[in-house]
């Protein structure tokens, strides 16, 4: 399983970018995804979440901000990122869940078993 993930950059504070995800190597449709991030000096943390059926879930730093999609025909789940501020900055990891067919979508990484290779998003002030 191998996921790539791009759309990274620098942007000014307010500004959007939209991360995108692909998959290669499982039924992608069949999975949960997640978007986690990690900033300099900090652990990673989790962002957003899609499961199979759609079901979504934020964290509140986010909502209203982010929205996470994923379209199964292009085994591809985004990351639409709008209204950027300065402390959404980090690296962008994609991830896909190890389980089929979850009910809810997590931010338990350890759901997760599959990870990208991270993008960096960075937000000038």
């Known amino acids: 399983v191998q996921l790539q993930a791009s759309g990274g950059g620098l942007v000014q504070t307010g500004g959007s970018l939209r991360l995108s995800c692909a998959v290669s190597?499982?039924?992608?449709?069949?999975?949960?995804m997640g978007w986690f991030r990690q900033a300099p000096g900090q652990e990673r943390e989790f962002v957003a979440a899609?499961?199979?059926?759609?079901?979504?879930y934020y964290i509140d730093a986010v909502k209203g901000r982010f929205t996470i999609s994923r379209d199964n025909a292009k085994n591809t789940v985004y990351l639409q990122m709008n209204s950027l501020k300065p402390e959404d900055t980090a690296i962008y990891y994609c991830?896909?869940?190890?389980?089929?067919?979850?009910?809810?979508?997590?931010?338990?990484?350890?759901?997760?078993?599959?990870w990208g290779q991270g993008t960096q998003v960075t937000v000038s002030s």
């Open positions: 190597g499982r039924t992608f449709s069949r999975y949960g």
């Open positions: 991830a896909s869940e190890g389980l089929p067919f979850r009910s809810d979508s997590s931010s338990q990484s350890r759901r997760y078993f599959y």
């Open positions: 899609i499961n199979w059926s759609g079901t979504t």
